[in-house]
């Protein structure tokens, strides 16, 4: 029960913008919304770009977490409206905002996850890799402040081109002497989402109940599902192996831009209403697949048994330092990279086509941070 200066203190601070605004420490006072009941145990989670596409629903969603006692939202933009808004939930998170970069640090203080959505997303037209110029920088400097404020913490980048953004990860961490390669995870939970639910619809099958791996990386021919290893185990067609495969390397394009190859999906009436075409992309599976995902860290953080799922991590498993396989995750974060399993030609010839791309993206990113 909170003593009677220390409500009023509240009522005060809320009378003023809330979420962002100190109390005086020497009162025993503390930050808005740092005391809710219930949040003394649980996990501190920071989302960075929390007032974005994904950003916002991500931090709905880990606000409904329970693993999650605290969580930062940090933006450059629109952070105090998007912690009000979101610190009314009555779920036990604790919910502080944080705007602009001066702020950062303070958004990353023990942190135990730092969820990173922060970035320009692609417009109708553009690659992913198109993005580099801008999100390579942010990402830098987003983690050269992690590297300083909570180097245990783990890391999930989902900031485009994830093929870059984790090795640009990686060095910014090297060049501060605390790269841990089991903390920082590329996430790629979305092209396994996507993969599980365009098997069910086509095999009739519950999504929930199917598992596909998908390995290599974040964008195009980089995207190998590895159709052979499905679970429940599936016999497909060679047409609907050529289908899932594109259909699930270009999955993101789909909502990004109206393509006349969304015209065979036949329960679009028409393809120029489901793409965004200019105003992002995908956003709320996007979040989804994050949430899962982060889930996941923290059930391990937790010391959860047998948590696997895909991630882009620095690895072995191939000739190239990062590849997305399957990993358990563990209190360290990744504890164990599983090796790819029997593949058939269809998919070693991919393998072969995405560690070619994979490769240039790369180079592309150490060379950014080693310039
Ligand atoms: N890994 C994946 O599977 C996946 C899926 C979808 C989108 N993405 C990528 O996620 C990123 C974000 O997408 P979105 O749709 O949320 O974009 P968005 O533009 O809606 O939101 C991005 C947010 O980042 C913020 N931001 C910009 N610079 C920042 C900085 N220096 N520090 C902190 N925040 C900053 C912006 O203010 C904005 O609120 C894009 O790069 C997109 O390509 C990745
Ligand atoms: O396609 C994009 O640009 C966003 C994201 O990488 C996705 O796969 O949806």
Do not use: W
């Not at 100190?22 to 009941?37: P, Q, T, W």
């Not at 075409?277 to 010391?303: I, W």
């Not at 959860?304 to 000739?319: G, I, K, R």
């Not at 790819?340 to 180079?363: D, T």
Request: hydrophobic residues 45%; contains cysteine; aromatic residues 6%.
């Amino acid at each position: 029960m909170l003593q009677s200066n220390q409500r009023i203190a509240r009522i005060a601070a809320h009378i003023n913008p809330p979420n962002l605004q100190m109390v005086e420490e020497d009162s025993g006072l503390e930050r808005v919304n740092c005391r809710a009941k219930g949040a003394s145990s649980g996990f501190k989670v920071a989302i960075l770009g929390a007032a974005g596409g994904i950003g916002q629903p991500l931090a709905m969603l880990m606000k409904m977490n329970p693993l999650v006692s605290v969580l930062h939202l940090y933006d450059v933009v629109n952070a105090p409206g998007v912690t009000a808004d979101i610190s009314h939930m009555d779920t036990s998170a604790v919910v502080r905002g944080f705007l602009g970069q001066q702020q950062l640090e303070d958004a990353l203080i023990g942190m135990d996850l730092v969820i990173i959505p922060a970035g320009v997303p692609r417009k109708p037209g553009m690659t992913r890799d198109d993005l580099f110029n801008i999100n390579a920088g942010i990402v830098k400097t987003i983690c050269e402040a992690i590297a300083r404020c909570c180097p245990k913490a783990i890391v999930n980048i989902i900031s485009n081109p994830v093929n870059s953004t984790v090795p640009i990860a990686a060095e910014v961490f090297k060049k501060a002497g605390v790269f841990d390669p089991k903390r920082v995870l590329g996430v790629t939970m979305l092209d396994v989402v996507r993969a599980n639910t365009f098997v069910a619809e086509i095999m009739g099958l519950d999504p929930r109940e199917v598992d596909v791996p998908v390995v290599g990386g974040h964008a195009g021919v980089t995207i190998l599902p590895l159709l052979s290893q499905v679970k429940p185990s599936c016999s497909f067609t060679q047409k609907e192996i050529d289908y899932l495969t594109d259909r699930i390397q270009n999955g993101g394009t789909e909502v990004v831009e109206p393509l006349a190859r969304i015209l065979r999906i036949d329960y679009f009436a028409d393809p120029i209403d489901v793409a965004k075409a200019g105003a992002g992309s995908a956003t709320l599976s996007m979040a989804y697949a994050a949430v899962k995902f982060a889930d996941a860290c923290l059930r391990a953080l937790r010391g959860d048994a047998a948590v696997v799922h895909c991630a882009y991590v620095a690895s072995e498993v191939t000739e190239l330092p990062f590849f997305a396989s399957k990993v358990r995750l563990g209190r360290n974060g990744v504890e164990e990279i599983y090796p790819l399993g029997p593949l058939n030609e269809y998919e070693r010839a991919g393998l072969e086509k995405a560690k070619k791309e994979l490769a240039g993206s790369i180079q592309k990113g150490v060379s950014f941070v080693r310039k």
